[in-house]
């Protein structure tokens, strides 16, 4: 398998071969949705805590006798009912962690890069030299047709490409080695350079 290798001014340099078993695999929805759904839970931090009746300070006495006032029994001012009163199932501090074993993970990432690349959705570039400025990182956008929801995928870190396009709101930039699924699935383009690619066959035999 093919495709053709652009320059940053969109025009064809050369062609690069493809892994099949990389760029070739079937389209697995039900993984791609697992591994999505994964990666966002895992982002959760679980630290949100509030005091349930028990745990806010005071309230330790009846406000006003049980019968005979005229108004509602009440047992506590810090009953939820009350203002500065306690929270009805009071969200606690715990772990979202899901786990998905390795080959899973695999499947899914490489389900979608070639899903990407049938639907002619992945861009592949000579190289990534820019100026760190945030007009020419338009420049380039507009040359490679390639101006909404893009990923940016180079081998290493390019401190010029991160400069280039950090401005940029629709615009991510990560390298090979931790793009993953939800990167693909959240992206309209991927532009990925030569080297990445590689480097992205290399990690996936």
Excluded at 76 to 81: A, D, F, G, K, V
Excluded at 91 to 112: C, L, T, W
Excluded at 162 to 174: C, G, K, Q, Y
């Amino acid at each position: 398998m093919q495709t053709k290798v652009l320059n940053l001014q969109g025009q064809e340099v050369s062609k690069i071969t493809l892994s099949d078993e990389v760029f070739k695999a079937p389209y697995n929805e039900a993984l791609i949705h697992q591994a999505v759904v994964c990666y966002l839970t895992n982002q959760r931090q679980g630290t949100k805590s509030t005091l349930t009746r028990s745990e806010v300070a005071g309230g330790g006495r009846k406000p006003w006798r049980q019968k005979g006032t005229g108004r509602a029994r009440q047992g506590s001012i810090r009953s939820p009912q009350w203002v500065h009163g306690g929270v009805v199932f009071a969200p606690k501090p715990r772990d979202f962690e899901k786990k998905m074993n390795a080959q899973m993970r695999r499947g899914a990432f490489i389900s979608a890069l070639s899903t990407m690349m049938a639907e002619k959705a992945i861009i592949v570039v000579d190289d990534m030299s820019i100026e760190p400025k945030t007009k020419e990182a338009v420049k380039v956008l507009d040359a490679l047709k390639a101006n909404r929801n893009v990923t940016v995928v180079t081998d290493g870190v390019n401190e010029n490409a991160l400069r280039a396009f950090s401005n940029l709101a629709d615009v991510e930039v990560t390298t090979a080695d931790i793009l993953n699924t939800y990167d693909l699935v959240s992206s309209d383009y991927v532009v990925i350079t030569k080297d990445a690619i590689k480097k992205i066959e290399e990690g996936n035999k």
